[in-house]
């Protein structure tokens, strides 16, 4: 698995905006893993729909802009999560499983 340091360096973002989206993502699923599960037969079904947990979290908390409802006290500077400084977007879901599965 990568390092916080790996993946910012693979991003063009901080290890530290690393841990905070891996933060983000973490109370945005607590707030919200009991209704998405619900909408599948199962746990396991969740799952095998998404293939891996961090695919299937990544979707469930970055999609929509989940995070900036449930990640913390300033939603607004999550920005840098969807766009780079240049502005052009980021492959999002591929950042957040990276994020979800570094090692420190």
Partial sequence: MATRK?????????PAQA???????SLTWCAIAHDWISCFESSVEALEVYGT???????????ADRIKM????????????????????????????????MTP
Avoid at 6 to 14: E, K, L
Avoid at 53 to 63: G, K, N, P, Q
Avoid at 76 to 99: C, H, I, Q
């Fill in 53 to 63: 947990e961090a695919a299937m979290i990544a979707e469930a908390t970055l999609d």
């Fill in 19 to 25: 841990v905070r989206l891996r933060d983000a993502m």
């Fill in 70 to 101: 449930y990640g913390g006290d300033d939603p607004d500077n999550f920005e840098w999560v969807y766009k780079t400084p240049e502005g052009s977007y980021r492959s999002v879901l591929e950042m957040g499983e990276a994020v979800w599965n």
């Fill in 6 to 14: 790996n993946v910012a360096d693979q991003y063009g973002i901080t």
